[in-house]
């Protein structure tokens, strides 16, 4: 328990130390932990520490130990870095190189799944009013193929996204995100009005898969749309 006497100061030099090493910002932390961000800054300012519940969570995000954690001082070298005495066996792959793949792999869906619902629509505006297979014959295939293309995309986003533990809500917007692309359309005539409203409920199912996308990979947890929606742009840095 001589651990626990450590000052404050010290322990909040080490778990900012930590966190920054891992390459996750407060906000992302407190993600992770069910926590206020305010939490997160005041442990790290010395004005209040964690309880011994969240230092386990704590150096379960750190990949290193209770003791390990309180025993950090200025000149100690972070959990994390090279200097760690951790096992190179349990050294996890940095944190902030797979927030970066994650980021990208979001930007990507969403990148996709604009795509589908614009080429979507084109195939349906002209499968109903334009084509003609004398003169463009290929203008159907193309966009056709392209929507495919996306759609088996996405898929394969969604198998890492259900290996990481996701829902099966992403992908059954995504499913409706199809339907407002083709089917519908079709079945009621693919009026200007008609493509509007498919266009805005498909707009709609593209951001609410990718929040729902974007939170399991980057922040381990089911879509909270009320936190999520305080900060959109994904939890900037903070010190």
Sequence with gaps: MASLRKPTCDLGQALRA???????????????????RQAISKWEQGQSQPDLCNLRRLAEVYGCTVDELLGT?????????PGDPIPSTEITPSEGARIM?????????????????GFGL????????????????????????????????????YAEFCQRGGTRLAPALTCALIAFASVVPLVFGA?????????????????????????????????????????????????
């Design 122 to 157: 084109a195939a349906t505006d002209t499968l109903w009013h334009a084509y003609d297979p004398a003169t463009t014959p290929w203008l159907l295939f193309v966009y056709c193929a392209v929507a495919l293309l996306c759609t088996a995309k996405l898929f394969g986003y």
């Design 18 to 36: 930590a966190r920054r090493s891992r390459g996750l910002t407060q906000g992302q932390l407190a993600i992770r932990l069910g926590v206020t």
């Design 73 to 81: 001082s200025a000149h100690d070298p972070a959990p994390g870095t």
């Design 191 to 239: 009026s200007p009005t008609v493509m509007a409203l498919c266009a805005l409920a498909g707009f709609a199912c593209i951001v609410c898969a990718n929040r729902i996308f974007a939170w399991r990979l980057l922040y381990q947890r089911a879509w909270d749309p009320r936190e999520d929606f305080r900060d959109p742009w994904g939890r900037k840095r903070h010190a």
């Design 101 to 117: 793949r994650d980021r990208s792999l979001v930007w990507k869906h969403a990148l996709v799944s604009g795509c589908l619902l």
